[in-house]
């Protein structure tokens, strides 16, 4: 009698167990406590507008029609807010999605992908995913280095993924170094700018990318809808993207990947100006009241243009950001463990709702003091 046990089953392409899985941010604070901040996952703490609120609830009475698998009244609406060639756009189910079969499309086994030191995780899981081999570039001072990053580039590169403003640090580079970086590149590596956080950051020499793709064959800008217009759970992205990648993407992209109730919440959000400039003043404000009360602390904050700061605690005491996220979660604030970054004695933290950050502030002056 044979052995069902001993027949052989199907296996995974070589590489993808070696892939070490994306892990979010903790969603639940500890037991017994009554009220939860969720300070993770660099989340709008006035959630959505209310406007894409309406919207997505009136789109659920219609759930058994498919959507525009196009979105192009989406696509119309992110074009008319940002002034852009309507052609040039494309949505996805999250940004995660384009910036995956980004990967998927223009790596083979035998190339490599480049992403920096302290760069989202998720693009060296799509470089590995694909086959490729993930190489990565060292920054400086916690911020990407244009000069590292071309000093990697091999004839074997293809791909070049870049946050900017990068998570979980929030430092950027200014465009005139991604100019000077796109410039440094083979006509043949695509550049993947991933603006997730482009609607915070108020800097004069700060630019998303658009006019760098707008005139270039090798380059991407992506964006969400995750951050400031408060619809992670949605599930939406874009790209803006030149002719010959939009082509590209669209025959590998999944038929109707952007589903009706989001595809309403997007319009309306992308259509409220009043929630996305209420979002960014709240953020200012409290980015800097956040950086001034945990430096005042001792702390060491690294400088963000983003919705969240990382920090760090003393080096003297290298499991303090391990006691300090049990210490902030027993009292209902759950921040990012953010060691798989790097940063083992670090916390990254969303600005959250005025409560939310002065209770942090207090809670860390408390834990300090012990």
């Known amino acids: 009698m044979n052995d069902a046990s001993a027949a052989p089953r199907p296996r995974p392409n070589p590489g993808i167990m070696d892939i070490e ?58 074009a008319e807010a940002h002034g852009l060639n309507v052609a040039n756009i494309m949505c996805f189910n999250g940004s995660d999605e384009v910036l995956s079969l980004l990967a998927r499309i223009y790596l083979t086994p035998g190339d490599e992908g480049i ?24 920054e400086t001072e916690e911020r990407a280095d244009v000069d590292a990053i071309l000093a990697a580039v091999t004839a074997r590169t293809r791909i070049v993924f870049l946050a900017n403003p990068n998570n979980p640090t929030g430092t950027y580079l200014p465009f005139e170094e991604i100019r000077r970086l796109h410039a440094g590149l083979p006509s043949n590596v695509l550049l993947v700018i991933d603006a997730a956080y482009a ?89 800097g009241w956040l950086t001034g009360e945990l430096s005042q602390l001792g702390l060491r904050v690294t400088p963000s243009v983003g919705n969240f700061l990382l920090i760090h605690f003393p080096e003297a005491k290298p499991d303090s950001a391990a006691a300090a996220d049990e210490f902030l979660a027993a009292r209902g604030y759950i921040l990012r463990r953010v060691s798989s970054y790097g940063f083992p004695n670090a916390l990254r933290m969303t600005i959250g709702t005025e409560a939310a950050n002065r209770g942090v502030a207090a809670a860390l002056a408390e834990f300090l003091k012990g």
Not at 217 to 241: C, D, P, Q
Request: glycine letters at 8%; proline letters at 5%; charged letters at 20%.
């Open 21 to 78: 899985a994306y892990v979010p941010g903790k969603s639940h604070g500890s037991a017994g406590v009554a009220t939860v901040y969720k300070l993770s996952s660099n989340e709008n703490p006035f959630g959505a507008s209310p406007a894409a609120i309406e919207a997505a609830t009136a789109a659920a009475a219609r759930m058994e029609f498919y959507p525009d698998g196009a979105a192009m009244r989406l696509r119309r609406a992110i």
């Open 115 to 138: 992403y920096t030191e302290h760069g989202f995780l998720a693009y060296k899981i799509y470089i590995q995913a694909s086959g490729a081999t993930p190489v990565m570039a060292r």
């Open 199 to 287: 609607e915070y950051v108020r800097r004069n020499d700060y630019a998303a990318g658009i006019e760098l793709v707008a005139g270039a064959e090798n380059a991407v800008m992506t964006r969400t809808f995750s951050k400031v217009h408060g619809l992670g759970g949605a599930r939406i992205g874009w790209a803006y993207v030149p002719p010959h990648v939009a082509q590209a993407l669209e025959r590998v992209r999944d038929p109707f990947n952007v589903n009706a109730m989001a595809i309403e919440a997007g319009i309306a959000a992308m259509g409220d100006r009043a929630h996305v400039e209420r979002s960014v003043a709240h953020n200012n404000h409290w980015l």
